[in-house]
């Protein structure tokens, strides 16, 4: 037990022992549970098993807020803690670039389960042949399908907390339903004329599929591509051609290649305005408000509202 619990007048020790006896009590039937260990790749992919998961199990999350899933590389601690989990859930489709050769290691041997991967590729966008978009949390309908697989993986391990996860699971997909219905509808306030969103890197396809507004990344897909000279001017051009006035940053992503777009279409006589940061491949930290994908995704939906169809 963690030495913080000890709340109790020490002096009091049979207070104390009545203490403990009702915590054995309290915390018996969820014993085999408590003891199990699941880590998550990223915040997003945190934020869903923990909906899944509930009180029941503990969920260790490796990469915290604002931290780059493409570029990131595993320390010697992380892949102790990987090594060590009973089940690492990942978010997939080659989203966490660096690691999959030590993910795809750790599955020889113990359970570990790519979110996204577990999708129909019908309802993935294609990069390239055989290869797919990993951003899939940005259609709340589409991730709300990766519910069922955390379920399935957390009730292999504990079977005797089945009904609940299965539950939990229900109930978040219904959540990631309804999240989509408002995002629709919000960014249906947005004149047709004006829903271009520009971001640091490409990460938005989803939701400008799921939601109706196109989408530039200034980067590629991957954040460990880089935006090319004549890929810029093109998208200067663009910017200045189709008067964009706003683009945005994003909160895992670095700013230097939207300040060159902005730099460009300055030069070129067009001020464009620099909107909200974004959330993208990483929720928000601790007082964020939006430290939940829910609260993320309901954030973004406003910063470009206000970006896009706000009077400036
Ligand atoms: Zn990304």
């Not at 037990?1 to 969820?30: E, G, H, N």
């Amino acid at each position: 037990m963690p030495q913080k619990m000890f709340f109790y007048d020490s002096k009091s020790v049979a207070l104390r022992m009545a203490f403990w006896v009702m915590m054995a009590c309290f915390l018996a039937p969820a014993t085999a549970a408590d003891s199990l260990r699941i880590v998550a790749t990223t915040t997003v992919v945190a934020d869903l098993v923990r909906h899944v998961a509930g009180d029941r199990v503990t969920v260790d999350c490796l990469m915290g807020p604002g931290i780059d899933p493409h570029s990131y590389k595993a320390t010697p601690r992380d892949a102790d803690r990987l090594a060590r989990a009973d089940l690492v859930v990942a978010s997939g489709l080659h989203l966490e670039g660096k690691l999959g050769e030590l993910l795809a290691r750790l599955g020889d041997r113990m359970p570990v389960v790519g979110v996204a991967d577990t999708l129909p590729r019908d309802r993935l966008l294609e990069i390239a042949p055989g290869l797919f978009d990993p951003h899939v949390w940005f259609d709340a309908a589409l991730w709300s399908l990766c519910t069922s697989s955390v379920a399935d993986a957390l009730v292999a391990l504990d079977a005797d907390g089945a009904d609940g996860y299965r539950m939990r699971a229900k109930n978040y997909a219904a959540e990631l339903q309804s999240l989509d219905v408002h995002l629709r509808e919000k960014i249906a306030t947005i004149p047709l004329q004006k829903r271009v969103l520009v971001t640091a890197h490409d990460a938005f396809r989803y939701f400008g599929r799921a939601y109706g507004i196109e989408v530039i990344g200034v980067q590629g897909t991957s954040t460990t591509s880089e935006a090319g000279l004549n890929d810029m001017n093109r998208l200067v051009d663009r910017v200045v051609a189709q008067k964009i006035p706003v683009v945005f940053v994003e909160t895992s992503v670095s700013d230097r290649n939207v300040t060159a777009l902005r730099e460009g279409a300055r030069a070129r006589g067009q001020n464009v305005a620099l909107g909200s940061r974004l959330y993208s491949d990483s929720l928000g930290g601790p007082g964020s408000g939006a430290e939940t994908l829910e609260e993320a995704l309901r954030a973004n939906a406003d910063a470009i509202v206000q970006g896009l169809a706000g009077e400036r």
